[in-house]
Each structure stands twice: as structure tokens, then as C-alpha cells.
């Protein structure tokens, strides 16, 4: 369900708009991007990073649609109609949109076209992450996502704004230990004098001294 969705979004990078064509091609999710800060639902911050690759399966499994706005009423094109194809790159996710002939599909070919929808936006949930402390700074590194939608949209900004905050409980700390380097000692030679054998008579001497001092 969409209220289970985190939404992320970039501006539009080499999008192309073909109105001839009816079609719409850009990339929709940005591999190794650093997010800006987001939160928690308690108010943590972090930020974000989504590792290449990580689309892959939900890509081949899941029947993916394109909206705007994220709004299920303006559907724009899904995967089992052909209507949005989907290329899993080195650098990211892109995508081509055949826009209907509606009234709705006219509306975003020109907004589009004209500059007023700036961006490129995706929904996913069940993400696979490592996440760990860097300095005083929280990393959320994502491996796997489970890709359920891209939109279209006006406001394309990776932050909070608009997004379902994961849990405080989801979001487990990772410390990256510091390893402190061991100073090794000097090592200081030991000068060992020689053991000088005493003489047998000298020793008998000292211990009847000894012996009669003590009594």
C-alpha cells in the first residue's frame, strides 16, 4: 500500500521530452548519491545512499507503474502494458514513458516540456541497508530496494519532505570501530654480568659467619 512507501526524489537529469512521440525518458533513481539529511520517525537524522544494483530484482519481479505526482489517478504507464520500460545502468535507473493520450497525459507532456515538473521521484519499501556511524554523522547504505512506482513531479527535492520516515527500531546503528595502531616499546638489552664461581672455602667462611651472628 502506498502509505507503507518511502519516496525519494532527484531533479530531472537528461530528461528528454518528445511530444511527437508522446514519450518522456530520464533517470529516476541515482546510484552512490549522497540524499540530503532525513529523518527518523523520532527525529534522527541520517542521510542516504543507494548502491548500485540494488533495483535489479524488484525490476524483474514487479509490475512497476509510472504516475505523477505519485498520484494513482494520472497513470502514466506500468511495465506489464510495455508502457514504461526500465534500464537498470551503471549509474542509476532509467526510464521511458509512452504518456497516454488523455487529458491529464497532454497536461504533463507540456508541463514537462515547458520546465514546470523538474523531476524525476520513486516509491519503494522492504529496503535491504547497512548503516553505520561516520564521525558524528549517520549513513543509511542501501543494497536492496523493492521498487513499486516513479513519478513525474513538480518538487524533486531528496529530503523529508513528502517522505514516509522510516522507524527509529528499522534503522539499527552500525559503529565502525576505530582501531587504535599499538606503539611498540624499545627494546632495551639487559647487560647480564657473569657469574663468577666462589671458591669453596670462601663460601663455608660466610655461612658459619652467618650461622653465629644469627643466634
Given at each position: 500500500m502506498k502509505s507503507n512507501l518511502e519516496y525519494r526524489g532527484y531533479g530531472m537529469e537528461e530528461v528528454k521530452v518528445d511530444k511527437q512521440a508522446r514519450t518522456i525518458e530520464a533517470?529516476?533513481?541515482?546510484?552512490?548519491?549522497?540524499?540530503?539529511?532525513?529523518?527518523?520517525?523520532?527525529?534522527?537524522?541520517?542521510?542516504?545512499?543507494?548502491?548500485?544494483?540494488?533495483?535489479?530484482?524488484?525490476?524483474e519481479r514487479n509490475d512497476v507503474l509510472a504516475f505523477k505526482e505519485h498520484n494513482p489517478a494520472y497513470l502514466l504507464g506500468r511495465k506489464s502494458a510495455g508502457t514504461l520500460k526500465m534500464e537498470d545502468r551503471a549509474d542509476g535507473l532509467y526510464v521511458k514513458i509512452d504518456i497516454p493520450e488523455t487529458s491529464y497525459g497532454d497536461d504533463t507532456l507540456i508541463s514537462a516540456a515547458r520546465g514546470d515538473l523538474t523531476g524525476m521521484s520513486f516509491g519503494?519499501?522492504?529496503a535491504v541497508s547497512k548503516n553505520t556511524k561516520k564521525g558524528s554523522e549517520m549513513i543509511r547504505e542501501i543494497s536492496s530496494l523493492n521498487l513499486r512506482e516513479v513519478s513525474i513531479v513538480a518538487s524533486p527535492a531528496y529530503n523529508e519532505a513528502g517522505i514516509t520516515a522510516i522507524?527509529?527500531?528499522?534503522?539499527?546503528?552500525?559503529?565502525?570501530?576505530?582501531?587504535?595502531?599499538?606503539r611498540e616499546e624499545p627494546i632495551v638489552e639487559q647487560k647480564v654480568e657473569p657469574v663468577v664461581e666462589q671458591k669453596r672455602d670462601e663460601y663455608d667462611l660466610k655461612f658459619k659467619f652467618l650461622t653465629l651472628t644469627h643466634k
Amino acid at each position: 500500500m502506498k502509505s507503507n512507501l518511502e519516496y525519494r526524489g532527484y531533479g530531472m537529469e537528461e530528461v528528454k521530452v518528445d511530444k511527437q512521440a508522446r514519450t518522456i525518458e530520464a533517470r529516476a533513481v541515482v546510484y552512490n548519491s549522497m540524499s540530503n539529511t532525513l529523518r527518523t520517525s523520532n527525529g534522527a537524522e541520517f542521510r542516504e545512499i543507494i548502491k548500485p544494483g540494488a533495483l535489479k530484482e524488484s525490476m524483474e519481479r514487479n509490475d512497476v507503474l509510472a504516475f505523477k505526482e505519485h498520484n494513482p489517478a494520472y497513470l502514466l504507464g506500468r511495465k506489464s502494458a510495455g508502457t514504461l520500460k526500465m534500464e537498470d545502468r551503471a549509474d542509476g535507473l532509467y526510464v521511458k514513458i509512452d504518456i497516454p493520450e488523455t487529458s491529464y497525459g497532454d497536461d504533463t507532456l507540456i508541463s514537462a516540456a515547458r520546465g514546470d515538473l523538474t523531476g524525476m521521484s520513486f516509491g519503494f519499501n522492504n529496503a535491504v541497508s547497512k548503516n553505520t556511524k561516520k564521525g558524528s554523522e549517520m549513513i543509511r547504505e542501501i543494497s536492496s530496494l523493492n521498487l513499486r512506482e516513479v513519478s513525474i513531479v513538480a518538487s524533486p527535492a531528496y529530503n523529508e519532505a513528502g517522505i514516509t520516515a522510516i522507524r527509529n527500531e528499522d534503522f539499527v546503528e552500525e559503529v565502525i570501530p576505530v582501531v587504535e595502531e599499538k606503539r611498540e616499546e624499545p627494546i632495551v638489552e639487559q647487560k647480564v654480568e657473569p657469574v663468577v664461581e666462589q671458591k669453596r672455602d670462601e663460601y663455608d667462611l660466610k655461612f658459619k659467619f652467618l650461622t653465629l651472628t644469627h643466634k
